[in-house]
């Protein structure tokens, strides 16, 4: 019989072939210097080039081998691995080239940490000798440093890109700092975890340079990155070396002021960068304890967008959390803005908590749905009917689990269960109060959020 494959068929078993794949890699770690002692060096990779003698894995025998089962997908794999004791030399002069090349930040970083310390603990010639190590570590870094805002975005969240400004500026290398914070931070990725490293940086410039890196930056970043803009902001409010504070931190205070709503609507119209922040809690406690201590009219009108705003800041969501943080906050008394802020989220609760709270008289439910079909029409009936307590819908599969989608998703007062008495099945629907029971839950937390926002 002869078979003819026609597109779209699907293989058999003749269609494939069982090959084989060979991979291998070397690496070297448990590293001991000639002394004995363990520098902080993790495992580098080496190519079989480097060996000596050249054919030196020829005549190895394994020292471990594992075997794993073929799986659905997989075939077999055999592994075999090789450990032995080797020196390592490396040329003079070298060896840092070396270690920053064939190693990752995760080795790299480290090792300039512990450069620098040697540095800092060092005395004499030792000093000189550990500072130089580190600072050509640095350069190996700073030239390898991946060019992909992804990329950068990951280090910048993880703390590496603050770990390697701080070494910059722990070995007074301000310029490669500044440089570095140009091309990675400004024209690359911001976050939060980096403002604690900017500070110290910030330090060590003259008050023109660090305005006008700052400019770039906040230009760059407001809107993107208004979360860790406004941290460091805040975080640049307690720092006493700027000659004078308002009028240097002035105009970051009105960039975010301005970006707020940008940020806002871009999330709103879902083509918010990943990157780029919601209006949290924590953002809005940035930005009025940053703003309000440089220009309190800015801090003003950034509350009242907050609380008057088109986008619907959620007071429960935000707002509310927001208040109770500023709340805590040392000085919060002498801002207007703070005051409006936590006194409007107060009379916000002062009125829920007024609303009377009275458990169902009778057996009507709110029924309000979110789907107007025929059968949840049916569901809404029942759920106001002030006399049925209990309802029963026969029907099939399919509209049974229809009508469970839309109990859940509409958080109705209902508890339910399948009979299957009888075919098709019924869902028996009883109607619970649980919208009262959680109005209770609110009712406690407003009293404790109000009871603390009086304070
Ligand atoms: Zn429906």
Redesign the pocket.
């Given at each position: 019989m002869v078979s003819a494959r026609r597109s779209g068929d699907e293989p058999d078993e003749d269609d494939f072939e069982i090959i084989e794949v060979y991979d291998s890699f070397q690496k070297v770690g448990e590293w001991r210097k000639p002394d004995g002692s363990q520098p902080n060096l993790r495992e580098l990779g080496f190519e079989e080039e480097e060996l000596c003698p050249p054919d030196l894995f020829s005549s190895m025998d394994p020292t471990d081998l594992s075997f794993s089962e073929a799986t659905g997908n997989e075939g077999a794999s055999f592994e075999r691995s090789y450990h032995f004791a080797a020196l390592v030399l490396w040329p003079k002069g070298r060896a840092l080239a070396i270690v920053a090349h064939s190693a990752g930040l995760s080795t790299t970083l480290p090792l300039l940490d512990d450069l620098v310390r040697q540095w800092q603990q060092a005395e004499g010639d030792a000093s000189s000798a550990a500072r130089s190590d580190a600072l050509e570590l640095a350069r190996h870094i700073e030239q390898q440093w991946p060019k992909s805002e992804w990329e950068n975005s990951g280090l910048s969240r993880q703390g590496d890109t603050a770990n390697f400004l701080t070494s910059l500026s722990c070995l007074g290398t301000v310029e490669t700092a500044v440089e570095f914070i140009e091309r990675v931070i400004i024209a690359g990725a911001y976050t939060k975890a980096d403002n604690e490293a900017l500070v110290r940086v910030l330090e060590q410039m003259s008050e023109a340079g660090r305005s006008e890196l700052l400019d770039r930056l906040f230009r760059k970043k407001a809107v993107t990155c208004i979360d860790a803009c406004a941290d460091l902001l805040r975080k640049l409010t307690h720092v006493d070396y700027f000659q004078d504070k308002s009028a240097t931190l002035g105009d970051f205070s009105s960039m975010l002021t301005v970006a707020l709503p940008d940020v806002a609507r871009a999330e709103k119209k879902g083509y918010r960068r990943p990157s780029a922040c919601v209006v949290s809690p924590q953002l809005v406690v940035d930005l009025v304890a940053g703003i309000d201590p440089i220009d309190p009219y800015s801090a003003s009108i950034v509350v009242e967008w907050l609380l008057t705003g088109p986008q619907d800041i959620d007071m429960d969501d935000v707002l509310l959390p927001a208040a109770l943080d500023l709340n805590k906050l040392d000085g919060n008394q002498e801002s207007a803005s703070i005051l409006h802020l936590i006194g409007t989220v107060r009379e916000n609760l002062r009125q829920r908590i007024a609303e009377a709270l009275e458990s169902p008289a009778d057996w009507s439910r709110p029924a309000k749905?979110t789907?107007?079909?025929?059968?949840?029409?049916d569901?809404s009936y029942f759920l106001a009917n002030s006399m049925q307590s209990e309802w029963r819908y026969r029907a099939v599969q399919a509209k049974r689990s229809?009508?469970e989608a839309?109990i859940r998703s509409s958080s109705c007062d209902i508890d339910y269960h399948t009979s299957k008495k009888g075919s098709p099945h019924t869902l028996v629907c009883r109607k619970n109060q649980n919208s009262y029971y959680s109005k209770g839950e609110q009712r406690k937390r407003d009293e404790r959020d109000f009871a603390m926002l009086v304070q």
């Open positions: 749905l789907c107007h079909c025929s059968q949840c029409n569901l229809h009508m839309t």
